[in-house]
């Protein structure tokens, strides 16, 4: 049975910084891996989507690695706004079906 | 396009009431998905369509809750009878068919039982 652990389960930095989230999965069979923002009260908005033959995807000012073989996932953000503050989700896809973890709550201060 | 739309976005009922959950999801998908997310457990699958046809409905946690697809472009989630434990909110999502398409999600149903 897929899981997937987020570390850290909050992370509260000053603006302006570089952070980077991470995603860990038990199971390397996947087709791909979506990071998700979810603002407080509403629903999910997809950021970024690596397809199981890639390595990363770029949008903006965020950066996703993936590392099948060692089931592994980072969500870079650089230079962090406090519009940036918000849970990031990542989930694993096997078939048809997204495995959740459980999100980092990330909270950039002014 | 108007995204995944569901209703109603907000309910209260009391236990033992019957509750429906609403979801249209964005034209020309034909994977629908229903999630629960609780602050213990997270997100959870409950079940997925597939061209309007049930394909895994392991998630579902018991006998009181059913879903339907009648049609392409409508789903329901009902619960019958609603218990204070089922309180949470409830997404829909849909996708196109293919392991690397991403899905959408809707806003979300926030449930209450009391």
């Known amino acids: 049975k897929q899981e997937v652990t987020q570390i850290p389960a909050a992370l509260s930095v000053p603006e302006g910084e570089n952070l980077v989230l991470n995603c860990s999965f038990t199971?390397?069979?996947?087709?791909?891996l979506q990071w998700f923002r979810q603002d407080p009260g509403k629903g999910l908005t997809s950021l970024l989507l690596i397809q199981s033959s890639q390595r990363e995807q770029t949008s903006g000012r965020l950066n996703a690695s993936l590392d099948k073989s060692s089931g592994r996932s980072t969500l870079y953000i650089a230079a962090s706004q406090p519009g940036d503050s918000a849970t990031y989700l990542c989930a694993v896809k096997g078939a048809q079906k997204l495995v959740f973890g459980q999100g980092t709550r990330l909270t950039i201060n002014p | 396009d108007a995204g995944v739309i569901q209703s109603p976005r907000h309910e209260v009922t009391e236990m033992g009431q019957e509750v429906t959950l609403r979801c249209k999801p964005i034209s020309g998908h034909d994977y629908l998905f229903w999630y629960r997310q609780t602050m213990m457990r997270g997100l959870e699958l409950l079940i997925y369509?597939?061209?309007?046809?049930?394909?895994?409905d392991s998630g579902m946690p018991e006998d009181r809750f059913s879903a339907k697809m009648p049609n392409a472009s409508f789903s329901t989630l009902k619960i019958q009878p609603s218990e204070p434990r089922d309180s949470a909110v409830y997404f829909c999502a849909s996708s196109w068919t293919g392991v690397a398409i991403e899905q959408y999600f809707g806003p979300g149903t926030r449930l209450t039982v009391t």
């Open positions: 369509f597939n061209n309007n046809v049930p394909i895994d």
């Open positions: 199971d390397s069979a996947i087709y791909n």
